[in-house]
Structure formats: structure tokens, C-alpha cells
């Protein structure tokens, strides 16, 4: 019995694989297509052309292949397996050698150090059309940055294989949680998309929630009870200086989030013990409501181009997702499935919208159309939520808190194929994670 | 000298007070100290939760907050008992101020929890505000579900952290 389960298994393996050798045209992953089989690819140890360049030439290849490798796309043929290696960047490419060993794909660069700049330098080939996919590229970048120009190398191999753009060289702002659930510490942190990098923006007096990056990375907006009261804070990441949003004495503002411009900021304000929806321009301090009813409205999300707002609300009697025009006015209920749906997101691409939907006591990650159709559930938990997008809208990153006494929240990232659910890794638990563009 | 010893308990009681949050460290702490005791010449101490003018008495003998229903935030007939109750001694001991927090259970996403912690609030000052007291002595925030005071995941706790609580700030406006 267990025989015939792995021979089943081995065949469909096979068959995969062969079909993707059958193949004519040029190295792709179609990732719309579904895939089941990851892209073996090979990547050698840079090469060093500076004295002191040769662990940075291990370690740049090491964190290429981590990023492609963790997106779930493609497997790494281990360097055990090589028939041959690769010792100049410009010698040409025993194409044989890594067909043998199945390596469809082959990353080769050079690593320079120059006083505190690095140059990296790499070339992708297409190992069974025996053809470099692409021309060599170039990044120059300070020392302290490598894994930089390890994530822009990883970008640019994901980019031209998949034809969509990559998400590795990006960052993410979370909430950083320490503690018991009936005390527990929370200040914000940034960190590379991969845990690496973390960087602590506040401390833990307050309490501070969702934070938000701007289009442009360099800024971010977040909840803060500093006053005593929830308030609207703007923080300069690279200075650390944050200054609050005013918002009138006996209400609270809270779930902000930057319009694709940057200048304006969409939120909630709550007066009276109702909550509706407002914008105001971040320069002048100007606000404008949105929305006016008794209903619970909040976390809105603007589309991509500006010209629209998806949010939650609760006017139909339960928690709900609509788009209405930037400047308010007409909701149109998008949400109809079984159960509640909050936090909407509108993808980067436009194309999709992720949310968090609570049904029969489980929680879930989903993504849907604007026009609600194709409601797709990506994940299921006691309690998952706060769905962010990658900066190429193929993976989503969302908090998830465990059942009970000991219960704490942590970071995962799935696919919006659902495949490749897998934790984020962090030095304390954490929430609300906010990912940031792709950085320049 | 009695009139000192007396002052000074006085002060420190209401230092503990206006310093402790029940939510945080629960209500017990305010038992320590200065607190229960028929103590000099058998009369009342200050501050206690024998004084009726207490903080400690308001949380422990009127009652500090309300608890409402899975996604409501309706007042049912016991939190208005106890909001009449905390009319009552608020009309009598004019010297205080209240923040009435808002809280949710664990079950909910963070924002919307939020906003119907707010509308929890909101319907207890709502109902002190009916009962005569005056809207600038009355603040309201939510908490959501950032502060529940029961950790385990099942109605048992969701229920005590689904509440209102009038915490009393003030009392020593001389």
C-alpha cells in the first residue's frame, strides 16, 4: 500500500518536471497557472573580485536563494550535486554540466568591496535553451546593505522568470508584541521583508496599533494612546521624529491609511460613540467626512489609482465590505458570502481586494474581486486578521494569534493562490504588519 | 496628632486611587493599605471601601462597570441598575470625573473592535448623562480588545471583558 502511494507520487513528480522541460519557448513560471512544481535553479557562490570580498560572496548567494526558494516558486538544487563550478563571472556557461543536475535556471554574479560601496554584479541563463536570460546586471549599493543587493539580484531572477515584478527588496513595519495577554507591551518595528533588519520606531508606554507605510516608504502612519485617548501619528522613519494628527477633544481617530499621493490620509473618527470614515489632507490638517451613519464604518483602503475607497461597515447589521468614490458619497456592498468581512485591502495591482472574514468561530485571510466575485479563503485559524500585500500583489502577509491563556499573535505570508503559508520571522511576537513598496 | 494621621491616610488613599487602574492590577490592590477597615475610634477609614465617598467603594460597593452582550452594545437591565447606581453616587460626590472605558472580547478584528468598544462606552455615559449628570464631567475612550482583563478563549472570559468601566479620576479639588 505504501509502495503504490509513493510510486503515484514519484510519477506525478516526473510528469511534471517533464513538462516543463518539454517546453520551447523561454525559462517562465506562469504563476497564474498553479504551481506545483518549484523551478529547480542553481546558484554558485558569487564570485569575489576584491580581496575582502569572499564571505560577502557567499552570503550574497545564500540570500538569493533564500528569497527565491521562500517565495515557493522555485528549489535550489544544492551545490553538492554540481558537476562543475563557476570561477569567472565572464567564462562561458558549461550548459551540459547544469542540465545534468536538472538546474533549469542558473545564477551566477561577482562581488566587488570598495571602502564602504559594494558592487554586485550577476547574470541569469536559461540553462536548457543554453541562452543567459536577460543581459547582466549591476547594483551598487554601502556595504551595510548587502542584503540589499542580494534581494535586488533575487527581484530581478523572480522578474524575469515569473514576468511579474518582485517583492524582496522591501521592508515591513509591524506591531512588536512582548508580553501576557492581560499586560502585553506593544511598539512599532521595521524590518526587511524577511525578518532580517529589524529596527524599533517607538517604545512600549503606549499602546500603538496598525501602523501604515506611505507610497513612498519613507513615512508611516499609526494609532497611538500617548494622549490617553487613540490619536493619529505621522512618523519620519529614517529621523524617528512623529508629530500627531489633531483631531477635536472627546473623539478618537484611528486605522489610517495613505492615499496613493501621500498627502492625504483616509481613517475613523469616532464621536459620540459612532464611527465613520473621513480624510483629511496632512499638510493643512483639513478634514472631510465621508461617510455619516449610525453604522460602525472603519479600515478604510484606497484603490491603487486614488479614485476609490473599499472599507467595513456595518449598516446592513453585520460587518461588511463597500466601495464608495474617494470624495464619499454612493456605497456599493461587494461581500455577500456566509459570515462577517473587515479589513479590506485593495491589492497594488487593482485587481483584488484581501480581507478578513470571521465564520462559525474561525477566522480567515481571503481575497475577492472588486465586484465581490471569486471569493477565494487563504487561511483558517482561530484568529487571523490584518491582511497586508506584497508590493506585487502575489503574496499577502497577516497576523496570526493563538487560542487561550498563553494565546500570542505572530506573522505569516501566504500566496494569493493560497499555496506557501509559512511564519515571518521575528524576534518577538507580532501584528498589524503594513509592507512596504518596492524600495528604489 | 489624630487629625495628621488622618490627613495622611487621606492622601494616600486617594493617591492609590488616582493612580491604579482596576483593569491592570484588579481591583483587590485597593484592599491594601489604607483600605477596608472600621479603624480609629471604630469610625470609618478614609478612602476604604467603608467610605462611601471612595474610589474603592465606588468600584466594589456601586460597582465600576457593565457587561453586554456578544456584539452589543446595549445596556441590559443589570448594567442599568448599576449605572443608576453609579448616577447616584457620581450627583453625591461632585468632586469626581470619569473616563468610561470601552472594551471588547477577543472575538473581532482590531478596528471594529475598537469602534464597538467606543459604542459601549458611549451607551453608558449616554444613560449617566440621562440621569443627571453633567456631560463635562463624563469622557469616554475604547480599548477594543488591547486590554481584556480575562485571558482565556471561551465565553467565560469574553463575557467579563465585553464592559464599560467608569474609572474615577479627581475627587480633590480644593
Redesign the interface.
Given at each position: 500500500m505504501i509502495v503504490r502511494i509513493l510510486s503515484i507520487c514519484l510519477a506525478l513528480i516526473g510528469g511534471v518536471a517533464s513538462v516543463a522541460q518539454a517546453q520551447d519557448g523561454p525559462l517562465r513560471i506562469e504563476i497564474t497557472e498553479g504551481v506545483i512544481e518549484p523551478l529547480p535553479f542553481a546558484v554558485p557562490s558569487f564570485q569575489p573580485e576584491s580581496g575582502d570580498a569572499g564571505q560577502m560572496a557567499v552570503d550574497l548567494a545564500r540570500v538569493v536563494s533564500e528569497d527565491l526558494v521562500g517565495s515557493g516558486l522555485f528549489r535550489e538544487v544544492p551545490a553538492s550535486a554540481y558537476i562543475s563550478t563557476v570561477s569567472d563571472f565572464n567564462a562561458p556557461i558549461q550548459y551540459a554540466d547544469w542540465k545534468a543536475i536538472n538546474a533549469q535556471a542558473l545564477i551566477t554574479g561577482a562581488v566587488s568591496v570598495s571602502g564602504n560601496t559594494l558592487n554586485v554584479k550577476f547574470r541569469l541563463y536559461d540553462v536548457f535553451s543554453g541562452a543567459e536570460l536577460g543581459s547582466g546586471l549591476q547594483f551598487a549599493g554601502t556595504v551595510d546593505g548587502w542584503r540589499r543587493m542580494a534581494h535586488k539580484v533575487a527581484d530581478a531572477v523572480y522578474s524575469r522568470i515569473t514576468g511579474e515584478g518582485g517583492y524582496f527588496d522591501s521592508r515591513v513595519v509591524y506591531v512588536s508584541e512582548t508580553g501576557p495577554k492581560d499586560d502585553r507591551a506593544k511598539r512599532l518595528a521595521v524590518m526587511d521583508y524577511d525578518g532580517a533588519n529589524v529596527r524599533y520606531l517607538t517604545d512600549s508606554s503606549s499602546i500603538v496599533l496598525a501602523p501604515r507605510f506611505s507610497p513612498s516608504g519613507d513615512r508611516i502612519l499609526y494609532t497611538s494612546y500617548e494622549s490617553g485617548f487613540p490619536r493619529i501619528y505621522v512618523l519620519d522613519i529614517g529621523s524617528v521624529q512623529r508629530r500627531v494628527l489633531e483631531s477635536a477633544e472627546g473623539t478618537m481617530s484611528f486605522a489610517p491609511r495613505f492615499s496613493p499621493s501621500g498627502n492625504t490620509v483616509v481613517y475613523s473618527l469616532t464621536q459620540g460613540g459612532n464611527t465613520d470614515i473621513f480624510t483629511m489632507d496632512i499638510g493643512t490638517g483639513q478634514s472631510t467626512r465621508l461617510t455619516n451613519t449610525p453604522a460602525i464604518e472603519t479600515a478604510p483602503s484606497y484603490s491603487p489609482d486614488g479614485s476609490r475607497i473599499v472599507f467595513e461597515s456595518d449598516r446592513s447589521g453585520s460587518q461588511q465590505l463597500y466601495v464608495m468614490p474617494a470624495s464619499g458619497g454612493e456605497a456599493t456592498r461587494i461581500s455577500f458570502g456566509e459570515g462577517r468581512y473587515g479589513t479590506p485591502v485593495w491589492s497594488p495591482r487593482g485587481d483584488l481586494v484581501a480581507f478578513t472574514k470571521q465564520n462559525k468561530g474561525r477566522f480567515h485571510i481571503g481575497v475577492m474581486r472588486l465586484d465581490g466575485s471569486e471569493e477565494r479563503l487563504l487561511t483558517a485559524s482561530f484568529l487571523d486578521e490584518g491582511p497586508t500585500w506584497a508590493p506585487n500583489g502575489r503574496v499577502i502577509m497577516f497576523a496570526r494569534e493563538t487560542q487561550g491563556a498563553g494565546g500570542a499573535s505572530s506573522l505569516y505570508s501566504v500566496d494569493i493562490s493560497g499555496r506557501n503559508l509559512k511564519p515571518v520571522r521575528t524576534q518577538e511576537g507580532g501584528s498589524d504588519p503594513s509592507w512596504s513598496p518596492l524600495q528604489k | 496628632m489624630n487629625r495628621i494621621l488622618t490627613a495622611t491616610l487621606l492622601i494616600a488613599a486617594l493617591a492609590v486611587s488616582a493612580c491604579t487602574n482596576p483593569d491592570?492590577f484588579g481591583a483587590d490592590g485597593m484592599n491594601n493599605g489604607a483600605a477596608n477597615g472600621a479603624g480609629l475610634n471604630g469610625g470609618i477609614v478614609p478612602g476604604s471601601v467603608n467610605d462611601p465617598a471612595s474610589t474603592a467603594y465606588f468600584q466594589q460597593a456601586i460597582g465600576d462597570r457593565v457587561l453586554f452582550l456578544i456584539d452589543q452594545?446595549t445596556l441590559t437591565p443589570e448594567g442599568q441598575a448599576t449605572l443608576d447606581g453609579q448616577a447616584a453616587w457620581l450627583n453625591t460626590n461632585t468632586d469626581y470625573q470619569a473616563?468610561i472605558e470601552g472594551h471588547a472580547d477577543?472575538?473581532?478584528?482590531?478596528?471594529?473592535n475598537?469602534?464597538?468598544g467606543?459604542?459601549r462606552?458611549?451607551?453608558a455615559?449616554?444613560y449617566l448623562l440621562s440621569r443627571g449628570i453633567a456631560a463635562s464631567r463624563l469622557?469616554?475612550?475604547?480599548?477594543g480588545k488591547?486590554?481584556?482583563?480575562?485571558?482565556?478563549?471561551n465565553e467565560a472570559c469574553y463575557a467579563k471583558n465585553r464592559r464599560a468601566v467608569t474609572v474615577l479620576a479627581g475627587g480633590l479639588t480644593s
Open positions: - | 491592570r452594545s473616563v477577543e472575538q473581532g478584528t482590531r478596528e471594529y475598537l469602534a464597538l467606543a459604542r462606552a458611549n451607551a455615559r449616554e469622557r469616554v475612550v475604547s480599548y488591547e486590554r481584556p482583563i480575562e485571558i482565556c478563549s
